[in-house]
């Protein structure tokens, strides 16, 4: 008899690319596979593109806000609702365990499974967890992190520090493919920003403000987001980009330095790849500061230098990238020294030990 899984998580990408990691091994291990999410939320959008043929379910959900909002009073109702949606799936699919990758959807999914007795895994990405995640710890049977020091702060009797699961596909990038698509045959290290999805403004305008003195060292890919791209400084070595989808692997391949917000999926990946960074994480303002312990985290561990935003001009941008080049061997000796996370096997072989 089949195995059966459910996979949970969305409101933003961070909250889907663990279970996308996953879903091919289960898929190649012949699971029958359901995903539970929102009706309008991105992990939609991901799940159905990518994977057209696993049932997708919509339940109810509400945000978790902890800010005044008029909707604190109705949310908690969408919540319940949620709950009693995701029972009625869980009930009709049968799962064996569900993997919750975090965010609002996620948790009424997490409660539902206590009633119904089947196991849950929860993969907790920063170094504090989420409101969602928090409030569902209780209902959890088993608590990954991705930073060793996310356990202190849990259960120790149900968590353990798995790290980061990578796609296996960013493995598989080619070098040559890379150079072949951007034009970048010169014998100058590649550099490539990320400002996001949507791109960062004082990112794009701290590398365009350098632009003529940072093509002196490197080829650069910048990833600028939606809209962002500025036809009027495309110029040889400067290859701009709204985002990059199916080809990123590639550029990855022939990156030798990465300058990227600290948003934890991304950071590991880059980690896994041996990419010396350097991190600008969202500010306290316009988060609730996760990125920043992120970004800390990889500081202290020598993998990383940060630039805060409220401290991002044009000069300290500049100083940061030339002290990026200068301790690029001394990043890569401490990220091969690193613990090694969970592979996408290892994890499989967990979940599947904790199956009903």
């Not at 805060?308 to 001394?330: A, G, Y």
Request: hydrophobic letters at 40%; a positive charge.
């Amino acid at each position: 008899m089949k195995k059966r899984i459910l996979f949970t998580g969305g409101g933003s990408a961070g909250h889907v690319t663990v279970n996308t990691a996953l879903i091919p091994h289960f898929e190649k291990e012949g699971w029958d596979i359901t995903y539970i999410g929102s009706e309008d939320g991105i992990e939609k959008e991901i799940i159905t593109e990518q994977f057209p043929h696993i049932p997708y379910k919509s339940i109810s959900s509400g945000k978790l806000r902890r800010y005044f909002s008029w909707k604190n009073f109705s949310d908690p109702f969408r919540v319940m609702k949620g709950v009693f949606d995701a029972l009625s799936v869980i009930r009709k699919t049968k799962p064996d365990i569900i993997f919750s990758k975090g965010g609002f959807v996620s948790v009424p999914v997490v409660m539902a499974a206590k009633m119904a007795k089947v196991p849950v895994a929860i993969h907790e990405s920063d170094v504090t967890p989420g409101l969602a995640n928090k409030l569902a710890v209780p209902f959890a049977t088993k608590i990954f992190t991705t930073f060793p020091e996310t356990v202190q702060s849990l259960p120790s009797e149900k968590s353990l520090c798995a790290g980061a699961i990578i796609r296996e596909e960013l493995f598989t990038g080619d070098t040559r493919e890379g150079k072949r698509l951007t034009g970048y045959y010169e014998d100058k290290p590649v550099l490539m920003i990320m400002g996001g999805s949507l791109g960062a403004r004082k990112i794009n305008e701290a590398v365009r403000g350098n632009l003529e003195e940072l093509l002196t060292a490197f080829q650069i890919i910048h990833i600028c987001g939606k809209g962002n791209v500025d036809e009027s400084l495309v110029q040889k070595g400067y290859r701009q980009y709204e985002f990059i989808k199916g080809e990123l692997p590639h550029y990855l391949a022939m990156t030798d330095f990465v300058i990227s917000r600290a948003g934890s999926n991304s950071i590991f990946e880059f980690l896994a790849l041996k990419k010396p960074m350097l991190l600008i994480p969202l500010s306290r303002e316009a988060s609730r500061g996760d990125q920043i312990l992120n970004a800390n985290s990889f500081v202290k561990h020598g993998y990383a230098i940060k630039l805060e935003e409220e401290e991002l001009n044009e000069k300290s941008f500049l100083d940061r990238v030339n002290e990026l080049k200068s301790n690029r061997d001394i990043m890569i000796r401490n990220m091969e020294k690193g613990e090694k996370a969970y592979t996408i096997q290892d994890m499989y072989e967990v979940l599947s030990s904790m199956s009903r």
